[in-house]
């Protein structure tokens, strides 16, 4: 079992519609919880971070956490074409004795004009 | 405010050769990862350097090391490459070891011919 996974899409929404990004992890323990944006041949950008179960938004964006189900997942409202990218969950573990980041592989987000 | 820099931008290097890669953190920042993304995979951390030590590292055999300048620039280093090597090498900087927000670079693409 992967950590942390992803479908890795692509997931293809219109303008406009809202585009739902999900990730699941497999350290019960982990505390720390990431959304970073990849454009093509670019390096990963940081979106949003949760720590907490439930909601936390931030413009367009919103990242919701739970912990029981170990799911956390990305909602973006009104996509855009420019929100086109790759879409990364990264995870801080428990143990490991510091801050390691594990990543998943990310989803492809395709937004249509 | 300069972000991450890393340099070379581009590298090209045949089997067996050596490699050092060079990464300057944000200001202010004093913490350095190194991490290594496969085309269509997420990045995979290698290690992670503050106060001139390797503080953490991800499951990389030992040709891949490093090191840490008291300016708190980093380099990696690879020897003896394999094919298996060719991957964009991104390195990210926090302000503090234990900061779990981190910043990453434009990475340097490695190909191993």
């Known amino acids: 079992q992967k950590e942390v996974e992803q479908n890795s899409g692509p997931l293809s929404v219109p303008e406009g519609a809202i585009a739902s990004l999900n990730c699941t992890y497999s350290d019960r323990g982990s505390q720390s919880f990431f959304w970073y944006r990849q454009y093509s041949g670019k390096s990963p950008e940081l979106i949003m971070f949760i720590y907490s179960n439930g909601d936390k938004e931030d413009g367009r964006f919103t990242a919701q956490l739970n912990k029981a189900s170990q799911y956390v997942s990305l909602l973006i409202r009104d996509s855009q074409p420019s929100d086109s990218a790759t879409y990364l969950c990264?995870?801080?573990?428990?143990?490991?004795?510091?801050?390691?980041?594990?990543f998943g592989a990310g989803t492809r987000l395709f937004v249509k004009a | 405010d300069a972000g991450v820099t890393q340099s070379p931008t581009h590298l090209i290097k045949t089997r067996g050769q050596q490699v050092t890669l060079r990464c300057s953190p944000k200001s202010g920042h004093d913490t350095v990862s190194w991490y290594q993304q496969a085309l269509g995979q997420g990045p995979q951390f290698i290690f992670q350097?503050?106060?001139?030590?390797?503080?953490q590292r991800g499951n990389f055999p030992d040709r891949f090391s490093g090191h840490q300048f008291p300016n708190y620039s980093s380099e990696l280093n690879v020897n003896a490459l394999l094919l298996g090597d060719s991957a964009l090498y991104l390195c990210a900087s926090r302000s503090r070891e234990w900061e779990e927000t981190q910043y990453f670079g434009p990475g340097t693409r490695l190909l191993v011919l």
């Open positions: 990264a995870v801080i573990g428990s143990g490991t004795g510091g801050f390691k980041t594990i």
């Open positions: 350097y503050y106060e001139e030590e390797e503080r």
